[in-house]
Nanobody, 124 residues
Framework: QVQLVETGGGLVQTGESLKLSCAAS????????MAWFRQAPGKERVFVAARRRDGHEYYDDSVKGRFTISRDSAKNTMYLQMNSLKPEDTAVYYCGAGVVILSRTRDASGYDYWGQGTQVTVSS
């Protein structure tokens, strides 16, 4: 069983930065593809960024150049550094894990495990 715990959300102003963390069960990174998704009120959960087991990284166009996904295997933790935040980045951010075929990397239904989410609010 994979357990995921997200932390690091908060309230910031436009242009500021936040760093989210996703603490995972030991051994998750080597066996699972990992990703960040976000869900705004009344909307579907959408892809933000992913780091697959092979080390390749993927970003949604809306965050490319502003967000960076990374991980520290020794700490079993994945991060999402978010810079130049915009009001449209406001959402609950979720960490997901699974054995995901490449074509479904950006599809939330491809991931088997989820954390509880952390709220990010960007004020204008």
């Amino acid at each position: 069983q994979v357990q995921l715990v997200e932390t690091g959300g908060g309230l910031v102003q436009t242009g500021e930065s936040l760093k989210l963390s996703c603490a995972a069960s030991q051994g998750t990174f080597g066996r699972r593809d990992m990703a960040w998704f976000r869900q705004a009120p009344g909307k579907e959960r959408v892809f933000v960024a992913a780091r697959r087991r092979d080390g390749h990284e993927y970003y949604d166009d809306s965050v490319k150049g502003r967000f960076t996904i990374s991980r520290d295997s020794a700490k079993n933790t994945m991060y999402l550094q978010m810079n130049s935040l915009k009001p449209e980045d406001t959402a609950v951010y979720y960490c997901g894990a699974g054995v995901v075929i490449l074509s479904r990397t950006r599809d939330a239904s491809g991931y088997d495990y989820w954390g509880q989410g952390t709220q990010v609010t960007v004020s204008s």
